[in-house]
């Protein structure tokens, strides 16, 4: 269950760069409560929304940020995938692709419609936010068809802002 404790935009509001991110809480992978409370202000955040486990650009999408996770970790970054799959299979995609930054589960979608994340028909969208040590949002990347280079981006994000 998402707990929104920031503000709501409006349903057809997309968050945008120059905006203060929202914050909320999710479950991880392991069923923990992630707080992004705790963690906005202390480092860059690259928050990125995809729309299922296990389909072929999500996976890719997945281990791109995983193969670049390294590079993440130098650059002080934070990586943070959700979806609306439950816990359970974020725990089970985490394993099968040895993810080693964090899944949250958003089955309802608000977080998704708190960000204003748009949808492509009937699929849920795929949007990459970067955020900045002060809780701005510095980049967005919008793109269904080439997962990896979300990763591009928010690398390219990232150094810009070191």
């Not at 299922?52 to 996976?59: A, G």
Request: net charge positive; glycine share 6%; with cysteine.
């Amino acid at each position: 269950m998402a707990i929104l404790n920031f503000w709501s935009p409006s349903a057809d509001a997309q968050i945008k760069t120059g905006d203060k991110v929202p914050v909320f809480s999710l479950q991880d992978q392991n069923g923990k409560t992630f707080d992004l409370a705790n963690y906005v202000g202390k480092q860059p955040l690259v928050i990125y929304f995809y729309p299922k486990d296990e389909t072929s650009v999500c996976t890719k999408e997945a281990c791109s940020f995983r193969d670049s996770y390294e590079e993440f970790k130098k650059l002080g970054a934070l990586v943070i995938g959700i979806s609306s799959d439950d816990v359970a299979s974020h725990k089970s995609f985490a394993a099968h692709h040895q993810l080693p930054f964090t899944l949250l589960s958003d089955p309802d979608q608000k977080v998704r419609k708190l960000f204003g994340v748009p949808k492509t028909f009937v699929i849920p969208g795929r949007v990459t936010y970067i955020v900045d040590k002060k809780g701005i949002v510095v980049h967005t990347f919008n793109s269904m068809r080439d997962g990896e280079k979300h990763v591009t981006e928010s690398l390219e994000a990232l150094r810009k802002m070191q």
